[in-house]
């Protein structure tokens, strides 16, 4: 039945291990100089009148390892400076007016066994670093606050866990997964939230009350008799999403050959017209240089001369296609890939040279006037004394 404030001569005995105030009457604020207490391995102030903020100083004893805070009015955050209790087992603040978000540094805690903050005015999501407490085995308690957002499935890391309690919150989305590993659990609430979909298959869900499951958006499970089965709505509905998952996958595979044998197809007509045009780019220079070698522009006696020596290797008769009375006609196959008929005069003494140019001459004035299927067309003509040459 002790009232009155806790003194700050307190933080003077630094010797103290101790200090065990529960179920009084006190008032006023918990003093920040029990930050001094180097030495203080248990504090319980719970079920008194104490107000105010927790003193970050006494966050900070890492010499703490059970600390009860709980059923008091203590109002503001918690101090950051939680994560500095390296040692601590077990903390119980719950059943106060704490607001704010739960500390991501009490994740930092990794001694704990026991986490009671239920029945306060925290808010925001649960840190997924509560995950790394992998020492909590005697309970987790967040229930009776204000928390939002989805349950971690890093929480399934908590296989030492006996009693997890999430109840009267606002958490959405579903059960992780990751709760399949939670094998150590006895206990578990999660009722009075905004949970859906499967419950895990463990046995704590299996064996909890429907005041445990109760008041949730659409939970379901074959094995709970508490529970709507999921293979009426929600199997429908997973299974129209898969079904909607795999027409898009089909629709894409196909999409996508698609695109590729379409791109195969113009690669190859590009090919070929590409092909197509430089046979036919070669063609016609081909035929340009074959029209141009005897054209009247670009015509070169001198050129076309030596082309016809060289072809018909200086007359050799193998080229030889058959011999009149007045020359020989020689096959030649010039360098542009044109085949001509040459008509080499037979060379003639000094006295009968007159007459044989005026014979020559007489042939190819006839032969630039006619044009007949049977008489080969006239390219050209060449005369020099000089090798007694006459074609």
Not at 206 to 232: H, Q, R, V, W, Y
Not at 247 to 262: E, G, H, M, N, Y
Not at 313 to 319: G, H, I, L
């Amino acid at each position: 039945m002790l009232y009155g404030e806790i003194s700050k001569n307190w933080g003077e005995c630094q010797n103290l291990q101790w200090l065990y105030l529960s179920g009084n009457k006190i008032t006023g604020r918990i003093p920040a100089e029990l930050g001094k207490l180097k030495k203080l391995n248990l504090l319980y102030l719970d079920s008194n009148h104490l107000s105010g903020e927790i003193p970050s100083s006494l966050f900070q004893l890492s010499s703490l390892i059970n600390v009860n805070l709980s059923h008091n009015q203590l109002s503001g955050k918690l101090p950051l400076t939680v994560g500095e209790l390296f040692n601590l087992q077990f903390l119980d603040l719950s059943n106060n007016k704490l607001v704010g978000t739960i500390p991501e540094r009490l994740g930092e805690c990794t001694s704990l066994l026991y986490l009671n903050l239920r029945t306060n005015n925290l808010s925001g999501s649960i840190p997924f670093q509560i995950g790394n407490l992998d020492s909590l085995s005697v309970a987790l308690d967040l229930s009776g606050n204000e928390i939002t957002g989805e349950i971690p499935p890093e929480l399934g890391k908590l296989t030492k866990l006996e009693s997890f309690n999430l109840s009267h919150n606002k958490l959405s989305g579903s059960i992780p997964l990751s709760f399949d590993s939670m094998l150590s659990l006895t206990a578990v609430d999660v009722s009075s939230n905004e949970l859906s979909g499967y419950v895990p298959n463990i046995a704590a869900f299996e064996a909890a009350p429907i005041d445990a499951l109760k008041n949730n958006k659409a939970l379901c499970g074959e094995k709970f008799k508490t529970l709507n089965p999921c293979n009426s709505v929600v199997n429908k509905r997973r299974k129209a999403s898969d079904n909607r998952f795999t027409v898009i996958i089909v629709l894409c595979f196909f999409l996508t050959l698609f695109l590729l044998l379409a791109l195969l197809a113009i690669v190859f007509y590009f090919r070929k017209k590409v092909v197509r045009n430089a046979d036919t780019v070669t063609d016609k220079e081909g035929k340009s240089e074959r029209r141009n070698l005897f054209s009247v522009c670009s015509f070169n006696g001198r050129i076309v001369f030596e082309d016809i020596i060289e072809a018909t290797k200086y007359f050799d008769a193998k080229y030889c296609l058959g011999t009149g009375g007045s020359g020989s006609v020689y096959k030649a196959e010039l360098s542009t890939g044109q085949v001509v008929a040459v008509k080499k005069l037979h060379s003639s003494d000094a006295d009968s040279e007159v007459a044989d140019v005026k014979s020559f001459e007489s042939e190819i004035r006839a032969l630039t006037k006619i044009r007949h299927r049977n008489i080969v067309k006239l390219y050209g003509y060449f005369f020099t004394q000089k090798n007694n040459f006459h074609f």
